[in-house]
């Protein structure tokens, strides 16, 4: 697909040749829902949330019915249902960085689970708020539909003076088996489990 917006950003790709994509020119970001190299969603998100950053991270369930972008700039990762024809919901469930997160590019990687109830959110310059290195964290969210929201879990996954800017390589999360991944910017991946 040849786009405007000339800089790909980021993409994901579910199993049945939908993907979402992250473009950007300067300041504008838009994402797009293509199929084989074609555009099929007509209402493309972008710049509707503060900073221009939205798309920065993007997500997308392997049976693409959930889209997840992130917009670091905000602090702020976006999750939209997705038609069976590739169109975006009309309206997003937010998950907002929490007060010790923002403004350390919260969102900038994102990874949703193949079922679509977890998600992994990078943030990759965290550093304690003391100026120090920025070793990375990675929060594991997930879906709770008693209460119809995205409930954090208690504990975070933070990088280290090894494994520096945590979540910046990527991340995944597969709540079947209870494991998130997170690559760091040198690309070595960390495993880690959790009780689901």
């Not at 579910?14 to 293509?34: D, E, H, P």
């Not at 998130?180 to 959790?194: I, K, T």
Request: glycine residues 12%.
């Amino acid at each position: 697909h040849e786009d405007a917006l000339d800089n790909n950003v980021a993409i994901a790709i579910a199993n049945n040749g939908f993907s979402v994509c992250s473009f950007a020119k300067g300041a504008t970001f838009a994402v797009r829902i293509l199929k084989i190299g074609k555009v099929v969603s007509s209402n493309d998100q972008g710049n509707k949330i503060g900073g221009s950053e939205f798309g920065r991270g993007v997500s997308i369930t392997p049976s693409a019915d959930k889209v997840a972008i992130g917009n670091p700039k905000a602090g702020i990762v976006s999750i939209f249902t997705i038609s069976s024809s590739g169109e975006f919901s009309s309206s997003a469930v937010d998950i907002v960085a929490p007060v010790e997160m923002r403004n350390f590019n919260f969102g900038e990687k994102v990874g949703l689970s193949p079922t679509g109830n977890s998600i992994a959110i990078a943030v990759p310059l965290y550093n304690e708020g003391n100026g120090g290195d920025d070793i990375g964290c990675v929060l594991l969210y997930l879906y709770n539909t008693a209460l119809s929201r995205w409930v954090l879990v208690n504990s975070y996954i933070y990088g280290s003076a090894n494994n520096l800017r945590l979540g910046q390589g990527g991340v995944a999360v597969d709540d079947v088996k209870g494991r998130l991944d997170a690559n760091d910017s040198a690309g070595d991946r960390l495993s880690y489990l959790y009780t689901i």
